[in-house]
């Protein structure tokens, strides 16, 4: 009788093992899919999401370096206007310098975008001709010389410097909107991984979950009937011994 019960007890205890094993495996499985799952889609999120700050400085930083000629633009047209006031050329001479880090900073932060880069260039010869523009309405200012000839010059080198600006400011534009494409596929990017990145997670706990609690309760009543079937078993051998 105790060997009937020690066999019966083995093999029970073999089966649950064996069942656990089982479990475990798939649980564990599940758990790796899901933890890969969230790691990969976090990582591609938080990569997204410097992807679109690094975008967005560009488009910030544009913006600086127009409103830094903007400021000089004022400047000019305040000393002209005002016959050489010097108070007027603060921020003309304080501009240049801004202007030229703006354009540094554009010109790293786009180090990989060819299309920007050439855009940059273009607009540092812009640059450079619209501060040289100035330069020369400047000087006619200071040489103090009002005339004919004073006006002509300083209405044709304006003129010079307005289509030098607007230049400019296509130029801007152009790496403004590249960089709104740019911006605008990203985001969907972004967008897309904080969508799908929680249900994913969700459903895989919920699976492993689902499994877990099944095959408990699956080997829970297969033990349930193994010992039913070993009581009877043993009610037998007791009756025949």
């Known amino acids: 009788m105790d060997q ?5 007890s083995t093999t029970n205890n073999t089966y649950v093992i064996r069942q656990l094993k089982t479990v475990f495996s798939i649980s564990i ?33 544009s913006e600086n370096l127009i409103s830094y000629m903007k400021d000089a633009e004022t400047g000019h047209r305040g000393f002209l206007l005002s016959n050489g006031n010097e108070v007027f050329l603060e921020p003309y001479k304080t501009s240049r310098q801004k202007v030229l880090t703006s354009y540094a900073n554009l010109k790293m932060l786009t180090e990989d975008n060819t299309l920007q880069q050439e855009n940059l260039r273009q607009a540092l010869n812009l640059i450079n ?10 000087k006619l200012v200071k040489q103090g010389e009002f005339g004919p000839r004073y006006e002509r010059e300083k209405n044709e080198a304006m003129l010079k410097g307005k289509v030098v600006m607007d230049n400019l400011r296509n130029v801007i534009s152009r790496m403004k909107g ?12 972004q967008t897309k991984y904080i969508v799908y990145t ?44």
């Open 178 to 189: 590249l960089e709104k494409k740019l911006l605008d596929a990203r985001t969907k990017e």
């Open 198 to 241: 929680p249900p994913l997670v969700l459903v895989a706990a919920l699976i492993s979950i689902h499994i877990t609690v099944f095959s408990y309760v699956k080997i829970k009543q297969d033990m349930d009937k193994r010992i039913a079937k070993q009581k009877i078993d043993e009610e037998k051998y007791l009756e025949t011994s």
């Open 29 to 61: 499985a599940l758990l790796l899919v899901s933890l890969y799952a969230s790691f990969t889609s976090i990582t591609k999120l938080i990569n997204n999401s410097k992807s679109v700050n690094h975008t967005n400085t560009v488009l910030i930083e």
């Open 129 to 138: 001709e619209k501060y040289a523009q100035m330069e020369i309405t400047i």
């Open 4 to 8: 009937l019960r020690q066999t019966l």
